[in-house]
């Protein structure tokens, strides 16, 4: 089946720098990949759209110099979270889908990112 | 507006059936996907329905009515480590995904 490859699984940074996750689809080309943050009890919050080749599409409310994406291949999408605070920790996941508009989604394993 | 409405919480026994139901108000519709996630991990996917019944999947079982904005999951021999939330997510117009909190299950031995 369809795996998401999110690296990595728990990061810890000092306030004031920058992380980046990767999310891979390993055995599909995903053109569109998608990133979610999840606090804790909470439903996912879709936070942008990552197309490949081409800038990324932010929901209202997400920060889009904040939180850079970067989806240079087919099967590599990158989120950026620049100049990170403490209410930047979050659980981030990425997800993919590797056929049409209602194909099922695959997530990746999400990392936990905690901000000092 | 779009919104999801399901159970915060249910408890089951191990062994037993359990139905998960959701409503649902979208803006259009493109299906509706039952995702399974363990606390601190991922979902995973676990069915769509994108026309009315019941579609079986194993222990798993997920059914729909478009007209009346409504599906369940039925987890049937409940295993301990079907504990988990159950995420049920319909597709609006625009094929994305709706989000709702999900229902939290916990299976007692």
């Known amino acids: 089946g369809a795996v998401v490859s999110q690296h990595p699984s728990r990061v810890i940074c000092k306030s004031g720098t920058s992380v980046k996750i990767e999310c891979r689809s390993l055995?599909?080309?995903?053109?569109?990949m998608f990133w979610y943050r999840q606090f804790p009890k909470k439903s996912l919050m879709l936070m942008a759209t990552?197309?490949?080749?081409?800038?990324?599409?932010?929901e209202q409310g997400v920060e889009k110099d904040k939180f850079l994406i970067n989806h240079a291949s087919l099967t590599l999408s990158t989120l950026t979270v620049t100049s990170a605070h403490p209410e930047d920790s979050s659980f981030y996941i990425c997800?993919?889908?590797?056929?049409?508009?209602?194909?099922?989604?695959?997530f990746g394993n999400g990392t936990r990112l905690t901000v000092t | 507006g779009q919104n999801i409405d399901q159970p915060t919480e249910m408890t089951a026994t191990e062994g037993a059936i359990v139905q998960i139901n959701c409503t649902y108000q979208?803006?259009?519709?493109?299906?509706l996907f039952w995702y399974q996630q363990h606390a601190g991990e991922a979902p995973t996917f676990l069915s769509y329905n994108v026309l009315d019944g019941l579609e079986e999947k194993g222990r798993f079982s997920s059914f729909l009515s478009r007209s009346k904005g409504y599906s369940y999951l039925l987890l049937k021999e409940l295993q301990m480590k079907d504990s988990a939330s159950y995420l049920c997510a319909p597709m609006d117009s625009n094929y994305q995904l709706i989000w709702g909190a999900g229902t939290k299950l916990i299976i007692k031995p």
């Open positions: 997800s993919a889908s590797y056929g049409g508009d209602n194909s099922p989604l695959h």
């Open positions: 979208t803006s259009g519709f493109n299906g």
């Open positions: 990552s197309n490949e080749g081409s800038k990324a599409t932010y």
């Open positions: 055995d599909f080309q995903a053109t569109t």
